[in-house]
């Protein structure tokens, strides 16, 4: 013959597990939005092509953005446009990324560059600058 309990999980009780999923969750994106301001904040802007070409976004979900520097006219650098005005778009971007992403549904995320310039910036950089930023270095070395 065999035995059995009935457990009633009471509301307070199923209350503290959905809060520990929230949690989880919020602390997933918070890593990710601490990614997104990192490869940000470590970007040379001039045009914002290549800062707004970032994306962040589940594994085979999307190519992502892709930004072109030579059909852009302010620049930071000649002084027609801010740093500040380019980043604020990148992170907007990357953001909204970030808040559509479901954890729960898709196991990785991928931080992408589709700026048809992103090789040049990552491994050659200006030439006061050699060998590149290596944006995507310096996030792996930070981040794991």
């Given at each position: 013959?065999s035995?059995?309990s009935?457990?009633k ?11 520990l999923?929230q949690?989880a969750?919020?602390l997933v ?9 990192t ?10 092509a290549?800062?707004?070409?970032f ?14 520097s030579?059909?852009?006219t302010?620049?930071?650098?000649k ?8 980043t604020?778009?990148?992170r907007?971007?990357l ?14 995320v ?10 040049d910036?990552?491994e ?8 590149g ?5 310096q996030i792996?070395n930070?981040?794991?």
């Amino acid at each position: 013959m065999s035995k059995q309990s009935t457990i009633k999980i009471n509301k307070s009780f199923d209350d503290k597990f959905l809060l520990l999923g929230q949690t989880a969750e919020e602390l997933v994106k918070d890593q990710l939005f601490s990614i997104a301001d990192t490869a940000i904040s470590l970007s040379p802007v001039d045009t914002g092509a290549y800062v707004e070409s970032f994306s962040m976004l589940p594994v085979n979900k999307g190519g992502g953005r892709s930004k072109r520097s030579e059909v852009r006219t302010p620049s930071v650098y000649k002084g027609t446009a801010s740093r500040q005005q380019f980043t604020e778009i990148a992170r907007d971007n990357l953001y909204g990324d970030i808040e559509k992403y479901a954890i729960a549904d898709d196991e990785k995320v991928v931080l992408r560059n589709r700026s048809p310039h992103a090789k040049d910036v990552e491994e050659s950089g200006p030439s006061w600058r050699k060998p590149g930023y290596k944006v995507f270095a310096q996030i792996r070395n930070i981040y794991g």
